[in-house]
């Protein structure tokens, strides 16, 4: 965009990820989201926001700013609309919190979904209080400052995370995960049927306490995955 300062530019998102396939991912935990994209997932951050039951699902406007400096995150949140999630790269600085309580209300105010920060908070105890998730990399008592520079609506790292504006974020007790808005379907896919996966597996587990037998079933599994090493077993 022309006209900017040095360092500045605030974008409009091209596209966001569709309604219905976002709505759809609502509820299938980071893990198994995690294992369909190859391992991908946030590094470094943890919830902040009391309840581990409470789930992140959204939409990504992403936030760079510079470490310290919250200017374009309140620009941001004046932009948030409902089922967003301001995904902040902050540089995983911690000396200077990026955002607080008060930010926390003008995201709830404006119907936000979340907040990812890779950086610091400050006021645990309202984040604490839950209904909004926020996930950040530690918290901090200092202020930041407020000249800038950052931008908007650009592809960020945040913690390990790669975001682009629009893509599907997802947030649980194990972390975060982003998934590209042009894989969704895929994506979504692949997470139902190892979801199936897994629940035949704890049919599995469950059962084997009441009947022993079936542990042979996984001595067999393991000892295969040792044979294919070349460890004789």
């Given at each position: ?191 139902r049927a190892l979801l199936a996966e897994e629940e ?34």
């Amino acid at each position: 965009m022309s006209g900017w300062p040095a360092g500045f530019a605030i974008h409009e998102r091209a596209s966001v990820a569709d309604p219905e396939l976002v709505e759809a991912f609502r509820g299938i935990p980071t893990t198994v989201v995690s294992d369909c994209l190859g391992g991908a997932g946030a590094v470094a951050l943890r919830p902040f926001h009391g309840d581990p039951a409470l789930r992140l699902c959204g939409v990504a406007l992403t936030v760079r700013v510079r470490p310290g400096d919250n200017l374009m995150l309140h620009k941001a949140l004046t932009l948030a609309r409902a089922g967003d999630v301001l995904v902040v790269d902050g540089g995983g600085e911690l000396h200077t919190a990026l955002a607080g309580g008060l930010m926390r209300l003008a995201a709830l105010a404006r119907g936000a979904a979340g907040i990812v920060v890779d950086g610091a908070i400050r006021d645990v105890e309202e984040w604490a209080a839950g209904e909004l998730p926020v996930f950040a990399r530690g918290s901090s008592p200092r202020k930041p400052g407020k000249d800038g520079p950052g931008e908007i609506n650009v592809p960020i790292g945040c913690a390990g995370l790669l975001v682009s504006p629009g893509d599907l974020v997802l947030g649980d007790a194990d972390g975060v995960v982003a998934v590209p808005r042009e894989r969704l379907a895929p994506v979504l896919e692949r997470s139902r049927a190892l979801l199936a996966e897994e629940e035949e597996k704890e049919r599995h587990h469950l059962a084997s306490r009441q009947d022993p037998s079936l542990l042979v079933r996984d001595e067999e599994r393991v000892d295969g995955w040792l044979r294919a090493k070349g460890c004789p077993v």
